[in-house]
C-alpha cells in the first residue's frame, strides 16, 4: 500500500478570519536568532560558571539537547497528527475538524508548548540565560494574542465540541 502525502491546506478552503499579522513560527525563529545573536555579541550571560567541573556541565548540555529534541518531537508529533485528521495547522485557511485525541488530549496548544520546550533545552544546552529572555516575547506574543485569538474561533466554529474540550483539557498541559 502506498500512501500519498497530501497537503491538505491547500484543499482547505480560504478563512480570512484566522489569518494572523506574524504566524508563530517566524516568530520562534526570530526569538531563537536573537538569543544566539546577543549570546555571541554581548556578554553570554552563562547558566553555569566555567568553575563547575565538566561533567556537570556536560550533563547539562546532554539534558537541554534531549529537551529540545523532545520540543521538536512533540511539535512534528501535534502537526502530523492534525494533518492526519485532514485538518490545516497553517493561519488563514479554515478548520475542517477539532482534533481532541493524541497530543491534542494532553494539552490544547502542543505544537506552542514543543516550540517553548526546544527553546529552553537549546538555552540549557547552549548554557545560556538569553534563549530563557528570548522566549518571553514568543510567550508572550503566542500565549497573550495568537492563543485567545485561535481558541476563539474555534469556539465560534465548533460551539459544544470546543465547550466540552476546554473545560477537560488544560490549555498547555499544566496550566
Keep these: 500500500m502506498v500512501f500519498e502525502r497530501v497537503d491538505v491546506t491547500a484543499f482547505s478552503p480560504v478563512d480570512r478570519r484566522i489569518l494572523v499579522p506574524v504566524p508563530p513560527p517566524p516568530v520562534f525563529l526570530a526569538c531563537l536568532a536573537s538569543a544566539a545573536f546577543l549570546k555571541f555579541t554581548r556578554s553570554p550571560l552563562t547558566l553555569l560558571p566555567r568553575l563547575v567541573p565538566p561533567s556537570m556541565q556536560l550533563a547539562l548540555r546532554g ?58 533545552g537549546l538555552g540549557i544546552m547552549q548554557n545560556t540565560w538569553w534563549v530563557g529572555i528570548m522566549s518571553v516575547p514568543f510567550m508572550a506574543y503566542v500565549g497573550g494574542y495568537i492563543v485567545p485569538f485561535e481558541e476563539k474561533y474555534l469556539a465560534k466554529e465548533f460551539p459544544e465540541e470546543w465547550q466540552d474540550y476546554a473545560a477537560n483539557v488544560k490549555r498547555y498541559g499544566i496550566l
Excluded at 103 to 114: F, L, S
Design 63 to 120: 539534558s537541554g539537547a534531549l529537551g529540545a529534541a523532545l520540543g521538536v518531537w512533540y511539535s512534528y508529533k501535534a502537526m502530523y497528527h492534525v494533518l492526519a485528521q485532514h485538518s490545516p495547522v497553517a493561519h488563514g485557511h479554515q478548520v475542517q475538524t477539532l482534533v481532541v485525541d493524541g497530543p491534542y488530549g494532553q494539552c490544547r496548544h502542543p505544537m506552542y508548548v514543543g516550540m517553548l520546550g526546544t527553546m529552553m
